[in-house]
């Protein structure tokens, strides 16, 4: 692959150049045209175009007619040519070299793209950027923006102020500041901002906005301080606003390099000048001056017209507060809605490589439910938590979804915080092939979505339901490079076997089981087949082809009284046995309660009856569970695998057990905000055969790890022996169809933890 760098031999580009292979530097003031340099890169078949052509800030203080239409051609006109003339065909990626002066001078804060009260060069890097992103994103090329804060290190550096401090310092020079140097920057050695290009050109695949800085600033007359009394110094007062502060925001950066430790300023100028000072440089965090919130907390709301204004009427009414609107009508991107910008798609995307976004609401019934869809999924990889307004024949006649309850109304269902998720990657899942086992179930399939977002290599999504697993591809369509659909049993050894050979798996996540209660209470063979006997082949299959296991278990394990509960609790033993068997394996449990929503589940039946006008039907207004929305506890069941004990059992951390009928109250209120008319009665219809009013989510005592939201159980260890035994009288009663001995058998078995 050719690199061409577009700009004159600075430092940077110099530097880049040293380090990349097959790389060529082109200047953009020595070619007259844009046909030239077409002619010079036609020869090759791919190339990666970083964008290095601009004038230093500081020639740009001296503008004068002639330097301003140079500037302008080599700077904007002479990129926007290229674009026009150049084979799409022939981008591989794109780098433009952007700068950390086009955040906002004023309000300190990051700014949108159409921010005001930037510079001459500033609004040049800004123009740029738009530039680059609206080619690339339309070209489907990948691009990313690195806007380099204070850049140091070269000895052909002259502009830095860090270079300044060192030749005053050398040659006993009166060094100059402005402002009393007490404006805060971020200082990024050169080295740095080169590994960073490096690695962007070799292993990252997405747009990215990026800042690329160390994350920590100094005050400049502390850098200056460090050296005196030898060095000294004088104030000059200027005219011109600066930003006080600038400190870059490394979360997009350490989401694609994960190892990237730049050098800090106080080291290389030790370094660098052999110089033992008695002073310790003091660097800010951008935490300790508000300068950004890494976490957006207000809505976003997705839609600008009337459904939109609606739902920023009733947020406000709430006490929420709202961000901005989206909307991809032109025509409104231009307006102020209750004092709200209204942006468009793509700075959406940019917004949310420099911040994370927690809630949107998309507010266009009139898409239609795929559509809304579609667009709930573009959204998924932008924020945390995505809902919607249902399409406007359902809004007419106030249905109500669990895609209408959005992350403030479920704190408030489960009477705690939701447990935040972050895009942070999981070291052992990176780059790994994954096989999850009911993938196409709740919990399953939320497993593959986001394992699709933490860069595992391959996921291999098995299930042996045809229709949910029809569901599942057309719902990951845009992934069929990174998923394999596999319609497939867990109970055959060889065809998992096979599996696992084929794909090499590394990594095993065994959601496949049998939940409902009621169902199971009637085909006890079929729980045994699959949720016992498919565990054993799994952990077969793991132990012997060296997989990781991550077995998904329930609270219906504990002191089970129902099918479900006795066979999943066989299922964690199993896995107990393999661990004491093979103490170097890798097989972990995780225990956690209800999930909320899923599959089956009470939730989704009451919304059915609300909607449907049906009667409001509870087993015992007295049953309490503990409950956790899917997003939570898959995000969880993937921390498990970065814990430093591993091959034990995990419990959830779900808060304090909540009485069902407490969540069906509060659904009732919502659906009331919609018809305040209609009357919903509640009616009991006793428990079902295997239910209990409360489930425990441990035996015994549980431990704390190092996450909060995960803890250790210590569970009674069972003699391998008598566990075997009981295995091969389970296959024995399961052939000749005793179902009566299977069950007292169990326990039997399980009676001393009764």
Same mark, same amino acid.
């Given at each position: 692959?050719?690199? /061409?760098?577009?700009?004159?031999?600075?430092?940077? +580009?110099?530097?880049?150049?040293?380090?990349?292979?097959? !790389?060529?530097?082109?200047?953009?003031?020595?070619?007259?045209?844009?046909?030239?340099?077409?002619?010079?890169?036609?020869?090759? #078949?791919?190339?990666?175009?970083?964008?290095?052509?601009?004038?230093?800030?500081?020639?740009?203080?001296?503008?004068?007619?002639?330097?301003?239409?140079?500037?302008?051609?080599?700077?904007?006109?002479?990129?926007?040519?290229?674009?026009?003339?150049?084979?799409?065909?022939?981008?591989?990626?794109?780098?433009?070299?952007?700068?950390?002066?086009?955040?906002?001078?004023?309000?300190?804060?990051?700014?949108?793209?159409?921010?005001?009260?930037?510079?001459?060069?500033?609004?040049?890097?800004?123009?740029?950027?738009?530039?680059?992103?609206?080619?690339?994103?339309?070209?489907?090329?990948?691009?990313?923006?690195?806007?380099?804060?204070?850049?140091?290190?070269?000895?052909?550096?002259?502009?830095?102020?860090?270079?300044?401090?060192?030749? !005053?310092?050398?040659?006993?020079?009166?060094?100059?500041?402005?402002?009393?140097?007490?404006?805060?920057?971020?200082?990024?050695?050169?080295?740095?901002?080169?590994?960073?290009?490096?690695?962007? @050109?070799?292993?990252?695949?997405?747009?990215?906005?990026?800042?690329?800085?160390?994350?920590?600033?100094?005050?400049?007359?502390?850098?200056?301080?460090?050296?005196?009394?030898?060095?000294?110094?004088?104030?000059?007062?200027?005219?011109?606003?600066?930003?006080?502060?600038?400190?870059?925001?490394?979360?997009?950066?350490?989401?694609?390099?994960?190892?990237?430790?730049?050098?800090? @300023?106080?080291?290389?100028?030790? *370094?660098?000048?052999?110089?033992?000072?008695?002073?310790?440089?003091?660097?800010?965090?951008?935490?300790?001056?508000?300068?950004?919130?890494?976490? /957006?907390?207000?809505?976003?709301?997705?839609?600008?017209?009337?459904?939109?204004?609606?739902?920023?009427?009733?947020?406000?009414?709430?006490?929420?507060?709202?961000?901005?609107?989206?909307?991809?009508?032109?025509?409104?991107?231009?307006?102020?809605?209750?004092?709200?910008?209204?942006?468009?798609?793509?700075?959406?995307?940019?917004?949310?490589?420099?911040?994370?976004?927690?809630?949107?609401?998309?507010?266009?019934?009139?898409?239609?439910?795929?559509?809304? /869809?579609?667009?709930?999924?573009?959204?998924?990889?932008?924020?945390?938590?995505?809902?919607f307004l249902p399409e406007k024949k359902n809004l007419m006649s106030d249905y109500?979804?669990?895609?209408?309850?959005?992350?403030?109304?479920?704190?408030?269902?489960?009477?705690?915080?939701?447990?935040?998720?972050?895009?942070?990657?999981?070291?052992?899942?990176?780059?790994?092939?994954?096989?999850? +086992?009911?993938?196409?179930?709740?919990?399953?399939?939320?497993?593959?979505?986001?394992?699709?977002?933490?860069?595992?290599? #391959?996921?291999?999504?098995?299930?042996?339901?045809?229709?949910?697993?029809?569901?599942?591809?057309?719902?990951?369509?845009?992934?069929?490079?990174?998923?394999?659909?596999?319609?497939?049993?867990?109970?055959?050894?060889?065809? &998992?076997?096979?599996?696992?050979?084929?794909?090499?798996?590394?990594?095993?996540?065994?959601?496949?089981?049998?939940?409902?209660?009621? /169902?199971?209470?009637?085909?006890?063979?079929?729980?045994?087949?699959?949720?016992?006997?498919?565990?054993?082949?799994?952990?077969?299959?793991?132990?012997?082809?060296?997989?990781?296991?991550?077995?998904?278990?329930?609270?219906?394990?504990?002191?089970?009284?129902?099918?479900?509960?006795?066979?999943?609790?066989?299922?964690?033993?199993?896995?107990?046995?393999?661990?004491?068997?093979?103490?170097?394996?890798?097989?972990?449990?995780?225990?956690?309660?209800?999930?909320?929503?899923?599959?089956?589940?009470?939730?989704?039946?009451?919304?059915?009856?609300?909607? #449907?006008?049906?009667?409001?039907?509870? +087993?015992?207004?007295?049953?309490?569970?503990?409950?956790?929305?899917?997003?939570?506890?898959?995000?969880?069941? &993937?921390?498990?695998?970065?814990?430093? *004990?591993?091959?034990?059992?995990?419990?959830?951390?779900?808060?304090?057990?909540?009485?069902?009928?407490?969540?069906?109250?509060?659904?009732?209120?919502?659906?009331?905000?919609?018809?305040?008319?209609?009357?919903?009665?509640?009616?009991?219809?006793?428990?079902?055969?295997?239910?209990?009013?409360?489930?425990?989510?441990?035996?015994?005592?549980?431990?704390?790890?190092?996450?909060?939201?995960?803890?250790?159980?210590?569970?009674?260890?069972?003699?391998?022996?008598?566990?075997?035994?009981?295995i091969q009288n389970l296959k024995k009663y399961y052939e000749s169809a005793n179902?009566?001995?299977?069950?007292?058998?169990?326990?039997?078995?399980?009676?001393?933890?009764?």
């Amino acid at each position: 692959m050719k690199t /061409i760098i577009l700009g004159k031999e600075s430092i940077l +580009t110099t530097r880049l150049k040293e380090n990349l292979k097959n !790389c060529e530097i082109i200047s953009t003031r020595k070619i007259e045209n844009v046909e030239i340099l077409l002619n010079k890169i036609k020869k090759y #078949k791919k190339i990666n175009l970083i964008f290095n052509n601009f004038y230093p800030s500081k020639k740009l203080g001296l503008v004068n007619e002639n330097i301003y239409s140079q500037f302008y051609d080599q700077s904007i006109n002479f990129n926007a040519k290229l674009f026009g003339l150049i084979n799409k065909k022939k981008i591989n990626k794109v780098i433009y070299t952007s700068s950390a002066s086009i955040y906002n001078s004023i309000s300190h804060n990051y700014i949108s793209v159409d921010g005001f009260n930037r510079k001459l060069y500033a609004s040049t890097k800004i123009n740029n950027e738009n530039l680059i992103h609206n080619f690339c994103s339309k070209n489907n090329i990948n691009y990313t923006i690195a806007r380099i804060f204070n850049m140091y290190g070269s000895e052909g550096d002259k502009f830095s102020i860090v270079s300044k401090i060192i030749e !005053c310092f050398k040659k006993n020079k009166i060094i100059k500041i402005f402002h009393g140097g007490n404006n805060i920057r971020d200082f990024i050695h050169i080295n740095d901002v080169v590994k960073v290009y490096i690695h962007i @050109l070799k292993n990252v695949k997405k747009n990215m906005v990026i800042d690329v800085g160390t994350g920590k600033g100094s005050k400049i007359v502390d850098v200056i301080n460090l050296f005196t009394p030898k060095l000294k110094y004088k104030k000059i007062p200027v005219s011109t606003e600066e930003i006080n502060i600038s400190i870059a925001n490394l979360s997009p950066i350490l989401n694609i390099y994960k190892n990237f430790k730049p050098m800090t @300023l106080d080291y290389y100028l030790m *370094k660098e000048l052999k110089y033992k000072s008695n002073k310790k440089l003091f660097f800010y965090k951008r935490e300790k001056h508000n300068l950004i919130q890494d976490t /957006i907390e207000e809505y976003i709301i997705y839609g600008a017209g009337n459904a939109g204004l609606q739902v920023h009427n009733r947020l406000i009414n709430d006490g929420k507060e709202v961000y901005c609107f989206v909307d991809d009508n032109k025509s409104n991107q231009k307006k102020l809605i209750n004092d709200k910008k209204v942006l468009s798609f793509d700075q959406l995307q940019m917004l949310s490589a420099e911040k994370t976004i927690n809630d949107i609401i998309i507010a266009i019934p009139s898409l239609g439910s795929k559509n809304i /869809i579609k667009l709930k999924e573009k959204l998924k990889f932008l924020c945390n938590n995505v809902s919607f307004l249902p399409e406007k024949k359902n809004l007419m006649s106030d249905y109500i979804s669990l895609s209408d309850i959005g992350n403030e109304q479920i704190s408030n269902f489960l009477n705690r915080k939701v447990v935040k998720i972050s895009r942070k990657k999981f070291k052992k899942l990176e780059n790994k092939v994954v096989l999850v +086992t009911g993938a196409a179930g709740s919990i399953g399939s939320e497993l593959c979505r986001q394992l699709l977002t933490i860069n595992a290599e #391959k996921i291999i999504a098995l299930d042996n339901s045809e229709l949910l697993l029809f569901n599942l591809r057309n719902e990951l369509n845009n992934f069929k490079k990174k998923i394999i659909f596999s319609l497939n049993d867990v109970t055959s050894f060889n065809t &998992l076997d096979h599996i696992i050979k084929k794909h090499k798996v590394n990594f095993v996540f065994h959601a496949a089981a049998y939940k409902h209660v009621g /169902i199971l209470e009637e085909n006890i063979l079929p729980a045994i087949k699959n949720n016992i006997f498919g565990t054993l082949t799994v952990l077969e299959t793991c132990n012997k082809n060296n997989c990781n296991l991550v077995m998904i278990s329930t609270d219906k394990a504990i002191k089970p009284t129902s099918i479900l509960g006795l066979t999943k609790r066989i299922a964690e033993i199993s896995c107990l046995k393999f661990q004491k068997l093979n103490p170097k394996s890798n097989i972990s449990i995780v225990r956690f309660g209800n999930v909320f929503g899923s599959l089956g589940s009470a939730i989704p039946k009451f919304l059915e009856q609300l909607n #449907k006008g049906l009667p409001i039907t509870i +087993t015992n207004k007295n049953v309490k569970r503990y409950f956790m929305t899917i997003k939570e506890a898959c995000y969880l069941v &993937l921390q498990t695998t970065i814990l430093k *004990k591993q091959n034990n059992t995990f419990v959830l951390n779900m808060g304090r057990p909540i009485k069902i009928l407490e969540i069906l109250k509060k659904l009732i209120i919502i659906k009331k905000s919609f018809n305040p008319e209609k009357d919903y009665k509640i009616r009991e219809i006793g428990l079902q055969k295997g239910e209990k009013l409360e489930e425990s989510l441990s035996l015994g005592r549980t431990f704390k790890t190092e996450n909060l939201n995960i803890f250790l159980a210590k569970d009674p260890v069972y003699d391998n022996k008598s566990v075997e035994s009981l295995i091969q009288n389970l296959k024995k009663y399961y052939e000749s169809a005793n179902e009566k001995k299977i069950i007292l058998l169990i326990k039997k078995f399980l009676k001393m933890e009764y």
